[in-house]
C-alpha cells in the first residue's frame, strides 16, 4: 500500500513539474508576442505619422519657398531701383508689374505685393489705406526691421476681412528704413492638414511655429491658439515635448488617453505635428495578452486534468472497442485469415452469396478468395483484384506497414475499396493474421471523380492563367507577411530569400531593384500598402505600367482575394505581367492616332486661315460697295451694286462654311442654350432670306403656327444656323415659283414644359431621285459640291442638338427638308398671326438712313489696311463723329496718349503690334487719355470661341469682318455716352 501511495506521489510530482515547465513556456511565448506586437504596432504608428508630417512639412517648405523666392527677387529689383535713385512712379508700376505676376503663379494664395519705400507706402494691388495710416508700426515693417538683411516670416494672424489665416513675408531694402512685404494665405496648407487625417494614419496634424501658436491645424477650431502659453490642455501637453524632446517622436498619456507624436522639424523653427490616438489599439493589444494568458490557464489546467486521469485506461479501452465495433458497419464483407492455419472465416457480411459459399466450402483460402473475388468483380477490375489478394506477395506489401487498400468494380457495377489490416505477426515479422475488409465507397468514388474532373479543368485554367504572369504571391496585409504561389524570376527568388514577412518593406527592396530609373517613383507610389484600401474601395483590382531594369515594359497588379466583414482588404494577390509587345503595339496606334489628329489639326488650321483670307477682302469688297448703295442714287448702279452684295454673301458663306466644318470636326463647337423669342428668330430668319428670294423672283410663303409658345429655351444661335442652310440649299434649287417655310409644334406627353417643334422649308424646284435624296442625307458620304456643304453643316448640328435631318422629295415637284427638335417651354403665350405682322413691316423697309447723330463724340480706328481706314471712316463719318485713325500700334499708342476718345476699334491682325498688345499698352500707361475707353476688336477671325476669347484679353466686344453696318450703329448706340447721341427719324 505504501509502495503505490509512493509511486502516485512521485507521478503526480512529475505531472507538476511537467505542467510547470509547459507553463513557463507558455509565458515565455506569450510574453515575447506581446512585446513583439507592441513594438510593431509602435513602429507600424511612427511610420503613419511621419508619413502624415513629412508630406504637409514639404508642401508648406515648398509654399514659402515660392513666396520667399518671389520677395527676395523683387527686393534685389527694389535695391537697384533705390539706389539709382529712380521715381516713385517707376517703383510703382515694377510693384503692380510684380504682382500681376506673383498673382499669376501663386493665384488665390497672395494678396500681392506692398511695402514702404522711401517714406512712403506703396501697394502692388492698387489698395489707398485709409488716412492716418503708419506703416511703419504694422508687424509687417517692424519684424523685418528688427532683422535687417534678413527674410522673416511674421506670426499667423486671421483677416478680419476675409476670416482667412494670412502671414507675412518680407525684408528690408537697402537704405535700412525701407521694407517689401506680402501677405500669404495659409487655406492651401489648412486644407492639407485636414486632408492628411482622412488616409488613417493621423488623428491630428498640426503645424506650429517656434513659440507655439498654431499656423494650420486639421481642427480648424484651433488657428490661432497660442500653446506655448497655455496650462493643462493637450497642445501645450504636445508643444513642450516637442521642444525639448531630441527624437523626432515620442508617446503622451494625456487624461487617461495614450498617443504617439510624430514632430517633422520645418524652417525657421516652426513643427509639424502628427497625433494618432493608440489607446484602443494597445487596449486591444492588453486585451488579447489578458485573453490568451486566460485561454493558456485553461488548457493547463484541462491538461493537468488530463494527466491525472490518464490511468482509466480500461474504461478508454473499452470505449474504442465500442468504436471499433461500430466502424465495422461501414463495410460490406469482413473476413479473419489465418495465415499459420490457413483458414478463412467470415466475421460479418451483407451478402449472403459470400457468406453461404465460405460457410459451404472447405478447402485452401488462397483458392477461396480467389473464386470469390473473380465471381463478384468487374472484368475490368479482376485481374488487378486477383494481384492484391495473392498472399505469396502480402508480406512484402505489408512489411513496413500495417494495412494496405485497393479500389475495384464490382460485378454489379458498383465501387468498392478492398484491405488487409495485420492483426497478428509472426516472431519474424510475416504476417501471422490480417482483416480482409471490402468497403462500399460507389458514391464517394462518383463523387471524387467529379470533384476531380473540376479541379483537374480548374488547374488547368489557373495554369493557363498562371503562365501570364511573371510572378504571384498573396500578402496579408492585416499581419504585414506574404507568401509565393509563383515566380518565374530567379532575381527575384533571390531578392526575397526566405523571408516571409515585412510584405512592405520587402516589396519596395524587390521593385526597387527590378524597376528602371524613370519608373521607380511611380511603381513605390503602386505598391504602398497603406493606400490599398482607399484604392480598392470601389473596385477589386488596380494596375500600373512599368519599365524593368532590362527595359523590357511590365504590368503589375493587386487584386483583392478577401475582404473583412467591414470591407477593409484582408488578403490581395500581388502580380507582375509581361507586357512589352502590347505596350509597343500601344504606343504605335497612338503615334498613328496623334499623327491623325495633328492632320485633322491641320487641316481645321488650314480651312481657319482660308476663310480669315477669304473674309479680308470680302470686308473690303462689301464695305465699299456699301458706301455706293448709301451714297449713289443712280437706279442702275443700284441694281450692280445688289449684285455685288449678293456675290459678296455668297463668298462669305463659303467662307463661314469652312469655319463651322473646322469647328465641327475639331470638337469646339459647343452647343450653348439660352431663352429666346420665336418671333425674333423667325423675324430675322425671314429678313436674311427674303431680299435673295426677291432677287431670284421667287415667292417666300411663311406658314408659323399661331399658337406656337412665344418664348422657348434652346440653341437659337445654331438653330438659326441650320434653317439659313435650308433656306440658302431651297434658294439654289429653285429657278422659278415659291418657298415655304413652315414652323408648327406638337406638344409631348408626360413633358409639360417641353414641346416637339416641326420646322421644314419646302421648294418648287426640280426635286431628287430616292438615291440622291439618301446620298444628301448620308452621314458618310462627303459632299460634291459647295451648295451641300450646307447641308452636311446643319445636319451635324442638328445632331449635336439631338435631332436629325429627314427629305422628301421627287423629280419633277421640288423638295422639302424638315426636321423635328426638343424645347423647353420659357411662356405658353401664343405667338399669334406672325405672317401678317411680317408682311405689315416688310412694306414699310426703305433705303438706309442713319439711326442717329454723334457729332461731339469721337473714334480711334486702328487697322494696318488703308482701304479698311478709309471705309470706316466713311461709315462713321455719316453720323458726325470724329474719326482719327492709325495704320500700326504704335501709332495707335501714341495717339491714345495725346487724345481722348469716346470707343477704340482695333484690327487684331497687324504686323509688329498686334490688336491685343496695343490695347495692352493703351490701357497699361497710367499717363494715357483712354485707360477706360472702351475698345471693340476687329478681325476677321470669326471662329468659334473668338468673342470670347478676346474679351478674355481685355477688349470689351467684338465685331468680324466683313462688316455689318447696322451691327457698327448697334455697337456705337451700346458703348457712346449717351449724352452725345442725337436720334434721328430713321431711328424713331
Not at 506692398?114 to 512712403?120: L, Q, T, V
Request: charged share 25%; proline share 3%.
Amino acid at each position: 500500500m505504501s509502495k503505490t501511495t509512493s509511486k502516485e506521489k512521485l507521478l503526480i510530482l512529475k505531472y507538476v513539474i511537467f505542467t510547470l515547465l509547459i507553463a513557463a513556456l507558455f509565458a515565455a511565448l506569450i510574453f515575447g508576442l506581446h512585446n513583439r506586437l507592441h513594438a510593431e504596432i509602435t513602429d507600424s504608428m511612427v511610420k503613419g505619422g511621419k508619413l502624415s508630417a513629412t508630406e504637409v512639412s514639404d508642401l508648406l517648405d515648398n509654399y514659402l519657398d515660392m513666396n520667399i523666392d518671389c520677395v527676395s527677387l523683387t527686393a534685389y529689383a527694389l535695391d537697384k531701383m533705390i539706389t539709382e535713385k529712380q521715381p516713385d512712379s517707376n517703383i510703382q508700376a515694377f510693384l503692380t508689374e510684380q504682382s500681376t505676376a506673383f498673382l499669376n503663379i501663386v493665384q488665390e494664395n497672395v494678396t500681392g505685393l506692398y511695402g514702404y519705400i522711401n517714406g512712403k507706402f506703396f501697394s502692388g494691388t492698387g489698395w489707398v489705406p485709409d488716412p492716418g495710416f503708419d506703416a511703419t508700426i504694422r508687424p509687417w515693417y517692424t519684424k523685418p526691421m528688427s532683422q535687417p538683411g534678413e527674410l522673416t516670416i511674421l506670426d499667423p494672424y486671421v483677416d478680419i476681412q476675409t476670416g482667412d489665416v494670412m502671414l507675412a513675408v518680407g525684408k528690408t531694402l537697402c537704405d535700412g528704413s525701407s521694407v517689401i512685404s506680402v501677405d500669404v494665405s495659409l487655406d492651401r496648407i489648412q486644407a492639407i492638414t485636414e486632408k492628411a487625417t482622412m488616409f488613417e494614419n493621423s488623428d491630428t496634424v498640426m503645424i506650429l511655429n517656434e513659440t507655439g501658436i498654431v499656423v494650420a491645424n486639421s481642427d480648424p477650431k484651433q488657428i490661432g491658439r497660442d500653446y506655448g502659453t497655455e496650462k493643462d490642455t493637450f497642445g501645450a501637453a504636445v508643444f513642450g515635448p516637442a521642444c525639448t524632446n531630441d527624437s523626432d517622436h515620442f508617446e503622451l498619456f494625456f487624461e487617461n488617453r495614450r498617443y504617439i507624436i510624430y514632430d517633422a522639424d520645418i524652417r525657421n523653427g516652426w513643427h509639424c505635428i502628427s497625433v494618432m490616438d493608440v489607446t484602443d489599439k494597445f487596449w486591444n493589444l492588453e486585451l488579447l495578452f489578458i485573453l490568451t494568458a486566460s485561454a493558456v490557464l485553461v488548457g493547463l489546467i484541462i491538461l493537468a486534468v488530463i494527466i491525472t486521469n490518464s490511468g482509466r485506461r480500461q474504461i478508454r479501452a473499452e470505449q474504442l472497442n465500442s468504436q471499433l465495433a461500430a466502424t465495422s458497419d461501414i463495410y460490406v464483407t469482413l473476413h479473419e485469415i489465418n495465415f499459420l492455419k490457413n483458414r478463412f472465416s467470415v466475421i460479418r457480411s451483407s451478402i449472403d452469396e459470400v457468406s453461404d459459399y465460405v460457410s459451404k466450402t472447405r478447402g485452401d483460402c488462397q483458392d477461396m478468395i480467389n473464386k470469390i473475388m473473380e465471381r463478384r468483380t468487374d472484368p475490368s477490375s479482376r485481374k488487378a483484384m486477383l494481384e492484391f489478394v495473392d498472399f505469396s506477395t502480402l508480406n512484402h506489401r505489408l512489411l513496413d506497414r500495417s494495412t494496405i487498400t485497393t479500389e475495384f468494380l464490382s460485378s454489379e457495377k458498383k465501387w468498392r475499396r478492398a484491405r488487409f489490416i495485420v492483426s497478428e505477426r509472426t516472431p519474424g515479422g510475416k504476417v501471422a493474421r490480417a482483416m480482409y475488409l471490402v468497403e462500399d465507397i460507389d458514391a464517394e468514388k462518383r463523387e471524387r471523380d467529379i470533384t476531380n474532373e473540376a479541379v483537374s479543368v480548374m488547374n488547368e485554367q489557373i495554369a493557363s492563367i498562371a503562365n501570364i504572369y511573371f510572378s504571384m504571391h498573396d500578402i496579408d496585409l492585416p499581419n504585414d507577411t506574404f507568401s509565393e504561389i509563383k515566380t518565374k524570376v530567379q532575381k527575384v527568388s533571390d531578392l526575397i530569400g526566405g523571408r516571409k514577412d515585412h510584405a512592405q518593406e520587402t516589396i519596395y527592396y524587390v521593385m526597387d531593384n527590378m524597376t528602371a530609373e524613370t519608373s521607380r517613383e511611380t511603381i513605390h507610389e503602386f505598391v504602398n500598402l497603406s493606400t490599398l484600401n482607399e484604392r480598392l474601395k470601389d473596385t477589386n483590382t488596380v494596375t500600373e505600367e512599368f519599365l524593368s531594369h532590362k527595359g523590357v515594359w511590365s504590368r503589375a497588379r493587386f487584386v483583392v482575394s478577401k475582404r473583412a466583414p467591414d470591407g477593409s482588404i484582408e488578403h490581395v494577390l500581388w502580380l507582375v505581367e509581361g507586357i512589352d509587345a502590347e505596350k509597343r503595339r500601344r504606343e504605335k496606334l497612338i503615334s498613328l492616332s496623334e499623327r491623325a489628329v495633328a492632320a485633322s489639326e491641320a487641316k481645321s488650321s488650314f480651312l481657319t486661315k482660308v476663310s480669315h483670307n477669304i473674309r479680308m477682302p470680302v470686308h473690303a469688297i462689301l464695305g465699299m460697295n456699301e458706301l455706293i448703295l448709301r451714297e449713289n442714287k443712280d437706279k442702275n448702279i443700284h441694281l450692280y451694286a445688289e449684285n455685288i452684295r449678293n456675290s459678296g454673301s455668297t463668298l462669305l458663306g463659303l467662307a463661314n462654311d469652312l469655319l463651322d466644318i473646322s469647328g465641327i470636326e475639331t470638337g469646339k463647337t459647343r452647343i450653348a442654350p439660352c431663352d429666346y423669342d420665336v418671333s425674333s428668330m423667325i423675324n430675322d430668319l425671314a429678313n436674311m432670306v427674303q431680299p435673295e428670294a426677291d432677287s431670284r423672283g421667287l415667292t417666300l410663303t411663311l406658314d408659323i403656327g399661331s399658337d406656337i409658345p412665344r418664348m422657348l429655351h434652346g440653341d437659337v444661335v445654331h438653330l438659326k444656323q441650320v434653317i439659313m442652310n435650308l433656306f440658302s440649299n431651297a434658294v439654289n434649287h429653285t429657278q422659278k415659283g415659291s418657298i415655304t417655310f413652315s414652323v408648327n409644334y406638337e406638344d409631348i406627353p408626360d413633358a409639360e414644359n417641353q414641346i416637339m417643334l416641326s420646322v421644314s422649308v419646302k421648294n418648287t424646284g426640280p426635286g431628287m431621285e430616292p438615291e440622291e435624296v439618301g446620298k444628301l442625307l448620308s452621314p458618310d458620304s462627303s459632299p460634291d459640291d459647295t451648295e451641300n456643304i450646307g447641308i452636311s453643316i446643319a445636319a451635324a448640328l442638328l445632331k449635336m442638338m439631338g435631332s436629325s435631318l429627314c427629305a422628301d422629295s421627287m423629280p419633277g415637284l421640288g423638295s422639302m427638308l424638315y426636321f423635328r427638335i426638343k424645347q423647353d417651354v420659357v411662356n405658353r403665350e401664343p405667338l399669334g398671326n406672325y405672317e401678317a405682322a411680317y408682311r405689315l413691316a416688310a412694306e414699310k423697309r426703305s433705303t438706309y438712313k442713319e439711326k442717329f447723330k454723334a457729332p461731339d463724340a469721337s473714334a480711334l480706328v486702328v487697322d494696318d489696311i488703308p482701304i479698311n481706314l478709309m471705309l470706316m471712316n466713311k461709315l462713321l463719318g455719316s453720323t458726325g463723329m470724329r474719326t482719327d485713325t492709325a495704320l500700326s500700334g504704335e501709332q495707335a499708342v501714341k495717339l491714345a496718349k495725346e487724345n481722348k476718345y469716346d470707343i477704340i476699334i482695333l484690327d487684331q491682325i497687324m504686323p509688329e503690334k498686334n490688336g491685343v498688345e496695343t490695347l495692352q499698352e493703351i490701357r497699361g500707361d497710367e499717363d494715357s487719355k483712354n485707360v477706360r475707353t472702351p475698345a471693340v476688336c476687329l478681325t476677321a477671325n470669326a471662329g468659334y470661341g473668338v468673342r470670347e476669347q478676346y474679351m478674355r484679353e481685355g477688349f470689351d466686344d467684338y465685331l468680324a469682318k466683313p462688316l455689318d453696318p447696322e451691327k457698327l450703329e448697334e455697337m456705337l448706340l451700346k458703348y457712346l455716352p449717351e449724352e452725345k447721341i442725337h436720334f434721328t427719324d430713321a431711328k424713331q
